[in-house]
Protein backbone atom coordinates (compact mmCIF):
# COMPACT_ATOMS: atom_id res chain seq x y z
CA UNK A 1 0.00 0.00 0.00
CA UNK A 2 1.07 3.36 -1.00
CA UNK A 3 1.97 6.52 1.49
CA UNK A 4 -0.63 8.89 2.56
CA UNK A 5 -1.01 11.92 -0.17
CA UNK A 6 -2.79 14.99 0.62
CA UNK A 7 -3.19 15.37 -2.81
CA UNK A 8 -5.58 12.37 -2.88
CA UNK A 9 -6.91 11.58 0.10
CA UNK A 10 -10.28 12.26 1.85
CA UNK A 11 -10.43 12.67 5.82
CA UNK A 12 -13.56 10.92 6.78
CA UNK A 13 -14.83 11.62 10.75
CA UNK A 14 -17.57 8.86 11.38
CA UNK A 15 -20.14 10.11 13.75
CA UNK A 16 -18.48 12.23 16.56
CA UNK A 17 -22.32 12.83 17.96
CA UNK A 18 -22.49 15.05 20.82
CA UNK A 19 -24.99 13.13 22.42
CA UNK A 20 -23.10 9.86 22.71
CA UNK A 21 -19.25 11.40 23.03
CA UNK A 22 -19.83 11.01 26.92
CA UNK A 23 -19.95 7.47 27.08
CA UNK A 24 -16.90 7.20 25.25
CA UNK A 25 -13.62 6.06 26.63
CA UNK A 26 -11.24 8.50 26.35
CA UNK A 27 -13.73 10.75 24.36
CA UNK A 28 -11.75 13.90 25.08
CA UNK A 29 -8.36 12.71 23.95
CA UNK A 30 -9.88 10.81 20.74
CA UNK A 31 -11.61 13.91 19.43
CA UNK A 32 -8.90 16.07 20.51
CA UNK A 33 -7.02 14.02 17.78
CA UNK A 34 -9.67 14.68 15.48
CA UNK A 35 -9.74 17.76 15.55
CA UNK A 36 -5.83 17.92 14.63
CA UNK A 37 -6.35 15.46 11.85
CA UNK A 38 -9.31 17.85 10.70
CA UNK A 39 -7.04 21.46 10.95
CA UNK A 40 -3.77 19.72 9.48
CA UNK A 41 -6.24 17.97 6.60
CA UNK A 42 -7.96 21.99 6.32
CA UNK A 43 -4.37 23.40 5.86
CA UNK A 44 -3.14 20.62 3.55
CA UNK A 45 -6.02 21.38 1.54
CA UNK A 46 -7.63 17.72 2.15
CA UNK A 47 -11.52 17.17 1.94
CA UNK A 48 -13.16 16.29 5.18
CA UNK A 49 -16.41 14.49 4.99
CA UNK A 50 -18.27 14.06 8.41
CA UNK A 51 -21.23 11.18 8.99
CA UNK A 52 -23.88 11.39 11.33
CA UNK A 53 -25.84 8.71 12.18
CA UNK A 54 -29.46 9.31 12.46
CA UNK A 55 -28.96 12.95 13.52
CA UNK A 56 -32.65 13.27 14.02
CA UNK A 57 -32.46 10.82 16.62
CA UNK A 58 -29.31 11.39 17.82
CA UNK A 59 -28.18 14.59 17.34
CA UNK A 60 -25.40 16.10 15.34
CA UNK A 61 -22.01 15.69 15.45
CA UNK A 62 -20.21 18.26 18.35
CA UNK A 63 -19.69 21.57 17.22
CA UNK A 64 -15.81 21.02 17.11
CA UNK A 65 -16.40 18.26 14.41
CA UNK A 66 -19.17 19.85 12.64
CA UNK A 67 -17.49 23.30 11.86
CA UNK A 68 -14.10 21.40 10.41
CA UNK A 69 -15.96 19.23 7.71
CA UNK A 70 -16.09 20.33 4.03
CA UNK A 71 -19.76 18.16 4.26
CA UNK A 72 -21.94 16.05 6.43
CA UNK A 73 -23.69 12.83 5.62
CA UNK A 74 -26.81 11.96 7.58
CA UNK A 75 -26.60 8.32 7.67
CA UNK A 76 -29.63 5.52 8.71
CA UNK A 77 -27.08 2.27 7.73
CA UNK A 78 -23.67 1.53 10.24
CA UNK A 79 -22.00 1.20 7.18
CA UNK A 80 -22.11 4.75 5.48
CA UNK A 81 -21.40 3.33 2.07
CA UNK A 82 -25.01 1.77 2.37
CA UNK A 83 -25.69 5.55 2.04
CA UNK A 84 -23.76 6.77 -0.60
CA UNK A 85 -20.57 8.11 0.95
CA UNK A 86 -18.42 6.02 -2.28
CA UNK A 87 -20.68 8.24 -4.46
CA UNK A 88 -19.43 11.56 -1.95
CA UNK A 89 -15.93 11.04 -2.32
CA UNK A 90 -15.76 10.39 -5.83
CA UNK A 91 -17.20 13.83 -6.54
CA UNK A 92 -15.27 15.96 -8.17
CA UNK A 93 -12.87 13.27 -9.47
CA UNK A 94 -12.25 11.55 -12.75
CA UNK A 95 -14.09 8.31 -13.53
CA UNK A 96 -12.53 5.64 -12.10
CA UNK A 97 -10.27 7.48 -9.52
CA UNK A 98 -11.29 6.62 -6.02
CA UNK A 99 -9.43 8.53 -3.23
CA UNK A 100 -7.36 7.09 -0.46
CA UNK A 101 -9.40 7.03 2.91
CA UNK A 102 -8.29 8.06 6.70
CA UNK A 103 -10.77 7.58 8.79
CA UNK A 104 -11.38 7.69 12.60
CA UNK A 105 -14.86 7.51 14.19
CA UNK A 106 -16.91 6.44 17.06
CA UNK A 107 -18.19 3.74 18.25
CA UNK A 108 -14.83 2.23 16.41
CA UNK A 109 -16.55 -1.69 16.65
CA UNK A 110 -20.20 -0.68 15.27
CA UNK A 111 -19.89 2.97 12.34
CA UNK A 112 -16.28 2.91 11.99
CA UNK A 113 -16.27 -0.53 11.81
CA UNK A 114 -18.90 -1.28 9.23
CA UNK A 115 -17.90 2.10 7.07
CA UNK A 116 -14.20 1.09 7.23
CA UNK A 117 -14.90 -2.75 5.73
CA UNK A 118 -17.49 -1.32 3.66
CA UNK A 119 -14.50 1.36 1.90
CA UNK A 120 -12.45 -1.66 1.59
CA UNK A 121 -15.04 -3.77 0.04
CA UNK A 122 -15.10 -0.83 -2.98
CA UNK A 123 -11.86 -0.87 -3.35
CA UNK A 124 -10.51 2.19 -1.52
CA UNK A 125 -7.29 2.22 0.12
CA UNK A 126 -8.12 2.74 3.90
CA UNK A 127 -6.02 4.12 6.52
CA UNK A 128 -7.76 3.96 10.25
CA UNK A 129 -6.41 6.15 12.86
CA UNK A 130 -6.56 4.40 15.81
CA UNK A 131 -6.46 7.43 18.12
CA UNK A 132 -9.00 9.15 16.82
CA UNK A 133 -11.06 6.22 17.32
CA UNK A 134 -13.11 5.76 20.33
CA UNK A 135 -15.82 3.09 21.68
CA UNK A 136 -17.80 2.40 24.68
CA UNK A 137 -15.26 -0.31 25.95
CA UNK A 138 -11.97 -0.20 25.12
CA UNK A 139 -11.66 -3.90 24.72
CA UNK A 140 -14.19 -3.05 21.73
CA UNK A 141 -11.93 -0.51 20.13
CA UNK A 142 -9.49 -3.06 20.44
CA UNK A 143 -10.93 -6.23 18.96
CA UNK A 144 -12.26 -3.26 15.95
CA UNK A 145 -9.10 -2.08 15.51
CA UNK A 146 -7.82 -6.20 15.18
CA UNK A 147 -10.79 -6.68 12.70
CA UNK A 148 -10.08 -3.69 10.55
CA UNK A 149 -6.15 -5.07 10.04
CA UNK A 150 -6.87 -8.53 9.32
CA UNK A 151 -9.31 -7.19 7.08
CA UNK A 152 -6.74 -5.15 5.17
CA UNK A 153 -6.91 -1.62 6.52
CA UNK A 154 -3.63 0.23 7.47
CA UNK A 155 -3.84 1.16 11.20
CA UNK A 156 -2.28 4.68 11.83
CA UNK A 157 -1.52 7.83 14.19
CA UNK A 158 -2.38 11.45 13.44
CA UNK A 159 1.06 11.99 13.56
CA UNK A 160 1.87 9.53 10.55
CA UNK A 161 -0.77 11.17 8.71
CA UNK A 162 0.36 14.71 9.19
CA UNK A 163 3.62 14.09 8.21
CA UNK A 164 3.23 11.82 5.36
CA UNK A 165 0.67 14.51 3.99
CA UNK A 166 3.26 16.96 4.31
CA UNK A 167 6.24 15.15 3.05
CA UNK A 168 8.65 17.83 3.74
CA UNK A 169 9.79 20.29 5.53
CA UNK A 170 10.21 22.71 2.89
CA UNK A 171 5.83 22.01 2.65
CA UNK A 172 4.61 26.15 2.41
CA UNK A 173 2.04 24.61 4.95
CA UNK A 174 5.19 23.06 7.28
CA UNK A 175 5.23 25.76 9.63
CA UNK A 176 1.10 25.83 9.88
CA UNK A 177 1.00 22.53 10.96
CA UNK A 178 4.10 21.90 13.09
CA UNK A 179 2.37 24.72 15.34
CA UNK A 180 -0.97 22.81 15.04
CA UNK A 181 1.14 19.51 16.24
CA UNK A 182 2.80 21.45 19.13
CA UNK A 183 -0.97 22.98 20.64
CA UNK A 184 -1.78 19.21 20.23
CA UNK A 185 -2.22 17.72 23.40
CA UNK A 186 -2.97 14.03 22.30
CA UNK A 187 -3.46 13.05 26.23
CA UNK A 188 -6.25 15.69 27.04
Same mark, same amino acid.
Given at each position: ?? =? ?11 ? /?????? $? @? ?7 ? @? ?5 ? &? ?19 ? $? ?8 ? &????? =? ?6 ? &? ?17 ? !?? @? ?15 ? &????? !??? !? ?7 ? $? ?42 ? =?? /?????
Amino acid at each position: MS =KMNAEDDVLVLVD /YQARLL $P @AIHRAPAVV @AAAVMLA &DAARALGVRIVGTEQNPAGLG $PNTDEIRRRC &DVTMA =KMHFDACA &DGLPALLAEGRPAGQSPGV !VI @AGCEAHVCLLQTALGLL &DTGHR !VRV !VETACGSRR $PTDREAAMRRLQAAGAILVTEEMVVFEWLRSCEHPAFRTVLAQL =KA /YSPGT
